[in-house]
């Protein structure tokens, strides 16, 4: 089938790639301006990409456009793929493509749409995130559903993992998708219209890894594998400096026991981890790093007695403590000045 491709990151040019091995061919990619990337791969990857191909390149924050849209109608595509678009695409674009536009989702539609549904999924105690591929609608994350594929989730699931499912999976599922639409060997499903089995996830911000020590070990060991590398890690404050928590695990004490949340009660010096009461159960930390840090050191290396309370401040304070140190050293060297 005549293909346009549409949006952002390695993987869009990886199902590129894998589509036109396959003999369907590319009429046009689309992407935005390099200021909206966060990836590998810029608008300038694209534009290359294409050169090498004789295929065109859009540079554009706005594909609803009547120039875009004149041009897209122009070429006569069958079909288009998105991955990672920025903007809602317009009904009057969508109409444009006889078989519509497949856009990959990570998330098991109609539940978890929207934003951050990989790390949503894991902070949820989900048992399986689904990669879906389904045909766009204006409505966000809305349209009927062509393949899904599952991964399963367990207690040492990081968002790390789930990422590379994604990157590994969706030029396949693109594949696939074109194919079976195609031949007519699959037929779109409607999404269920049932509110209660909808569900909209809204967007994360690197605050929201701040633990409460209150919440039980479980509830925490999950905060810690959403925002794991790539992002910035779950963290809590030792004294007045930021302690960020990259791996832990859920111990189950065999015994009874009093301790305030955030209390250490473990230094274990064989294996370097440090146990951490919860408000249900303690919390193994397996590796940390001290913020400004680059090595990821033994929990030990940091914490150096049981005689040791995390979490005793929060982010509030520590950008006041901030605040106040940055206004000290003016103050010192307006006096140095004198």
Known sequence: MK??????TEILLESVTNLISEGHELLLMITCPSEQYQYEKNENDFINFCKKIDVDCIVTNDLNSENILKKIEHLNPDIGISYNWKTLIREKAIEIFPFGILNSHSGDIPKYKGNAVRNWAIIS??????LTIHLMTENLDNGPIIIKKYYKINGETTIQNLYDFVSEQTPNLFLDAVNGLESGEIKPIMPSKKSEEHLRCYPRIPSDGEIDWNSSAEEIDRLVRAPSS?????????????????????FEPKFEYLAIPGQ??????????????????????????LDGEKDILKPTEIIKTIRTRLGLIDTSIFNMNLRIEKIENILNEMKGGE
């Open 3 to 8: 293909f346009i491709a549409i949006g952002r």
């Open 125 to 130: 105690g989900e048992k399986r995130m689904a």
């Open 230 to 250: 790539p992002f910035k890690g779950s963290y809590t404050f030792l004294d007045y400096k930021k302690l960020i928590i990259w791996e832990a695990s859920v």
């Open 264 to 289: 250490v009660v473990e230094r274990r010096i064989k294996t370097g981890e440090v146990l951490v009461s919860t408000g249900s159960n303690f919390l193994v930390i397996k590796k940390a790093t």
